[in-house]
């Protein structure tokens, strides 16, 4: 399919931020919203970018997108997840909490707890966390990833394996519409799915774009998840499916 020049350029915008709005287009190429949606309409056709309401991201595939793109989507939504996943956390707990940019405002949002034990599979966040007054901090052993300082491998998944956590806080790359929690990585998801199976209460952090995401690797399935934090839960279909798996969804803003 040839592409315009207007939508050649949004698709370089959307592969250099991972999304781009509606709006924020349409002020951009000083044309009108219904324009806009023609062409990420055309674009989406491609298979280039999926669409969600009010914008577009890139189409997933077998590569992450950069750390420092991740951090900047929906941020004000992952703060808000964040914090409200801190609320449900009780003091003198433990806790696993896997790579991700969202469970990342999660495990800042704890530093006023205390009594906690932490198992975290990055160094970078780890290293923001450590010196908490509450919490003790751990991490398993493996291979660091440089791109963000997740921990995988095969050390990784059997540090994680030899211990019982009252709680584990997961993030995902996508959620499909069967319920099925989606990431990138082959090692990194294997750590994941070792956490979920060894958390007495698994609570999935993710906000609404994961919807609207694809990846490649199954960690697991929403049956597996007792608590959904997210921002918006706007589409009735995909609430029907989380509350069939009699999880309990929690609305941070």
Do not use: W
Request: proline share 2%.
């Amino acid at each position: 399919m040839q592409l315009s020049d207007r939508q050649s350029q949004i698709l370089a915008m959307i592969r250099a931020a991972g999304r781009a709005m509606v709006d924020d287009l349409a002020t951009s190429f000083q044309t009108t919203p219904q324009t806009i949606r023609k062409d990420l309409q055309t674009l989406a056709e491609a298979h280039q970018v999926v669409r969600f309401h009010g914008g577009a991201a890139l189409l997933g595939g077998i590569e992450y997108m950069p750390f420092a793109h991740r951090s900047t989507l929906a941020s004000a939504q992952k703060e808000a997840i964040g914090a409200a996943i801190a609320r449900l956390i009780p003091s003198n707990a433990t806790v696993f909490i896997n790579t991700g940019t969202t469970t990342e405002r999660a495990a800042l949002a704890l530093r006023r707890h205390t009594g906690l034990r932490v198992i975290i599979d990055n160094v970078r966040i780890a290293n923001d966390i450590r010196n908490f007054g509450g919490m003790e901090v751990m991490t398993p052993g493996g291979v660091v990833r440089g791109s963000d300082g997740a921990i995988t491998g095969p050390a990784a998944v059997d540090f994680v394996k030899q211990f019982r956590m009252d709680y584990a806080i997961i993030g995902v790359a996508a959620i499909d519409d069967a319920g099925t929690l989606l990431d990138f990585d082959f090692q990194e998801a294997q750590v994941a799915r070792a956490m979920i199976q060894n958390a007495r209460h698994v609570i999935l952090a993710a906000d609404s774009t994961k919807f609207h995401a694809s990846a490649p690797v199954s960690i697991g399935d929403m049956t597996s998840v007792h608590t959904f934090v997210t921002d918006k839960m706007h589409d009735a279909k995909r609430r029907a499916m989380v509350e069939a798996c009699d999880v309990e969804v929690i609305e941070a803003c």
